[in-house]
């Protein structure tokens, strides 16, 4: 009895998990409806709610963005509106911070999560897997002795949140995996383990 129970469980959990993050992503998604004229909903339409129709709108709305931005007349529109709202105070210093990040998670050539690297943390001797995002800037970089690099150490079994850490090249260790292996690692806390492969210093 007890192993149908745990047969039934790996069956079942990662299916309602799945189910339930779909659920989530179309219910934010189908926020995007608020942006629409009352007479223009779904339920004045149809007389009822139907779920995933702001998922349609979302992308509609994301690809009109996109095909406007990537001509010159739209561009030029983008570079007006990122002007008036680097001139907001308050608006400035989020919009800026927001766009630098979402450039380096989506553009082509970002360096976001460029390797994942083995590091000790929170103490000697406790090891766990981390992301290399890059290198000290700005002032911070005059403050470090020797050669430094900056790493995201996600929390398990939800990687969206974690800690930033700059940590001499020395103490990181370059890992043989993918990012995809190394998230799959870290969100099924250990159980999902790659294939094993032999280590290296770090090397970039």
């Known amino acids: 009895m007890k192993k149908y129970l745990i047969t039934g469980l790996l069956v079942l959990v ?24 009352e ?15 702001g998922v349609i709108l979302t992308f509609a709305i994301v690809f009109i963005t996109g095909a406007i931005a990537t001509n010159f007349f ?5 570079l007006l509106w990122e002007k008036l709202l680097n ?24 360096n976001a999560f460029r390797k994942a ?22 002032d911070v970089a005059n403050h470090l002795r020797g050669e430094y690099v ?5 929390t398990t079994p939800n990687p969206t949140g974690g800690y930033f850490l700059m940590m001499p090249k020395a103490d990181v260790i370059e890992l043989e995996m993918s990012v995809d292996e190394a998230l799959k ?20």
């Open 14 to 37: 990662p299916l309602v998990i799945t189910i339930w993050v779909l659920k989530s992503l179309i219910g934010m998604m189908d926020q995007s409806l608020l942006l629409l004229p």
């Open 150 to 154: 900056s790493v995201f150490v996600p």
């Open 39 to 53: 007479q223009w909903h779904p339920h004045t339409i149809f007389g009822r709610d139907i779920p995933g129709f």
């Open 87 to 110: 001139r907001l105070p308050v608006v400035k210093s989020i919009y800026s911070s927001v766009k630098q990040v979402s450039d380096t998670l989506f553009s082509d050539s970002g």
């Open 185 to 204: 690692y870290i969100i099924s806390m250990g159980v999902v383990a790659p294939a094993n492969k032999l280590p290296k210093l770090l090397t970039q």
């Open 117 to 138: 690297v083995l590091v000790q943390f929170p103490h000697q001797g406790a090891w766990t897997i981390a992301f290399l995002t890059g290198t000290p800037g700005g």
């Open 74 to 78: 739209g561009m030029q529109i983008i």
